[in-house]
């Protein structure tokens, strides 16, 4: 996921110079300038009233957008707050929204370019059409980043929407911060005991929750209608809007979701449990308890998990530790073998079973879905050797799923078949976190009882002439669909994928205004089960967008018959 951004940075540092803004500069100082000459550029600004307080804003130079930047959602989550649910902010004077705020604790690297990091980090971005709204207003899209629940950033450059996204498609676009790791994430029986709402680790979610509250109150001063909201991610934040989908907190306040790579499954939510162990070793690692042990030993040394996370003492040392040392600590919570060191988890409140288990039992928001996954989506998470070979392969899918999983669904990706057996581990990987969960996802969703509302099945499959230039071997990896789904502008794209992304986001902005992606002269797409096992394979030139009927039916099958659970994601 972290990879993923990496690789898309890479590509859009390129591709920066000239033209409209719609890459992401070498360095965040090059951002911050950029962006700023664009708000010198221009010379109007506007205002709105908002539930919350008067917001300035600026019209970009072309006219066609306005931007408000770095808007505060809820109260900045520091002090006797941190570890607390958001809670509701607001202002008398005119606020200022020319600029994004802080990012919320990370790693400084390209996520965060342009910004600085700050536990007072809760703001969002609206991006709106420069005219009056349509009959009914416009419809309101909420964007959730992915980065493994650990990086991440609202106003990261892809997801600048002053391209086509908020403009001719009838569109506000909203992008969000919200905390993660450690700040997001911590979950213990004693922060339980000290949540206003007795919930447990899902702040991250919350927040969340939070900003789609502020987005329907606030959408008719900015035109949008606040029954007509799109709740859509990708990745971590796709993972995001599978637990929102069966929340009983969260239900009603989305018409329609999306997500983007991040399907029912098993990196949705860990069980409180997992979460203790970190929140024990975090506490061990900055001093504040013994190391962990898994039951009292004699003479009373080493603390239980279940003693340390009942123990309020600790929890007053851990609120007492800066930023920094949080920071430091929380990246070493997890086993080696874990995917992801933070992320939801089943509190009974915010969550009350493992997303993707709700999700087999229909328990479901019938609301339109659309869901889908890249070609190459392992390539990004593989730790498989690239001087891998035929002779190894089963032996590393033995190590790294287990004996049962492994000889489930090895045999059916054969080296041979591939460049390489480094190639044939990644689509092993790619298909059981993601191509597959997809389909499972969209039948379970599909076969809901009484469920009235369509799914929509996609495959990304298209590798950018310039992702394959700039870092080759990576195929259609995880996050690729991004650059289409936000149109970035840029110069060096082929007539064939300047087509793909109009159609890419006509289908998205479609999608967001009626619940349905057709329209127009682009190809049709069928809700999943009314034609069969059926997906749409987005793509260009010879094979171009078409619908596919059975896509990895074989290797899915076998996928449905194993379980990988949140211990692959989470470790323990």
Known sequence: MRLAAVLLGAVLATAAAGGRLGGLPPDAERARLRLQQRIADSDATVTVSTPFGPIRGFVTESNRSQHFLGVPFAAPPVGP?????????????????????????????????????????????????????PPGGFAVMLFLYGGSWQ?????????????DVSLAQNVIMITTNYRMRAFGFLASQSIQKQTSDGSNGNFGLQDQRAALKWAIRAAPSFGGNPKNVTLFGESAGAASVACHLVSPRSE??????????????????MPLNVSEVKFARLASLLGCAPPPSPAPSPGAQPLSVEAVSASDAVLDCLRRKNTSELLAAGSHTSQSQAMVDWG???????????????????????VPILLGSNADEGTAFSNAPKDLNASGFMPFLQQRFGAAIAEAVGPLYPPAQYKDAWWAATHVLGDGL?????????????????????????????????VDLLVP????????????????????????EQELASEVLGYWTRFAAHGNPNGGTDPFWPAYGQDGDTALALNVGANGTAR???????????????????????GE
């Open 473 to 496: 071997g990576k195929g259609c990896f995880h996050g690729s669909e991004l650059a289409m789904v936000f149109h970035v502008d840029l110069a060096l794209w082929t007539q064939g």
């Open 252 to 269: 009603g306040l989305f018409q329609r979701a999306a997500m983007e790579s991040g399907p029912f499954g098993p990196m949705n939510a």
């Open 81 to 133: 707050l941190r570890w607390q649910p958001p809670m509701p902010t607001n202002w008398s004077t005119v606020l200022n929204a020319s600029w994004f705020g802080p990012s919320c604790p990370q790693s400084s690297g390209v996520m965060t370019v342009g910004t600085t990091i700050s536990e007072d980090c809760l703001y969002l971005n609206v991006y709106k059409p420069n005219r009056p709204a």
């Open 344 to 366: 939801p988890t089943i509190d009974g409140v915010d969550l009350t079973d493992f997303p993707e288990v709700l999700a087999a039992a229909g328990k479901i928001q019938d």
């Open 151 to 163: 990086e991440g950033s609202g106003s990261f450059p892809l997801y600048w929407a002053d391209r």
């Open 434 to 466: 993601f191509s597959c969960p997809a389909r499972q996802s969209s039948r379970w969703i599909a076969n809901a009882p009484g469920r009235k509302s369509p799914v929509f099945l996609y495959f990304y499959e298209h590798v950018l002439e310039l």
């Open 548 to 570: 596919v009927t059975g896509l990895k039916r074989r290797q899915c099958d076998a996928w449905d018959t194993v379980t990988v659970t949140s211990r692959f994601i989470f």
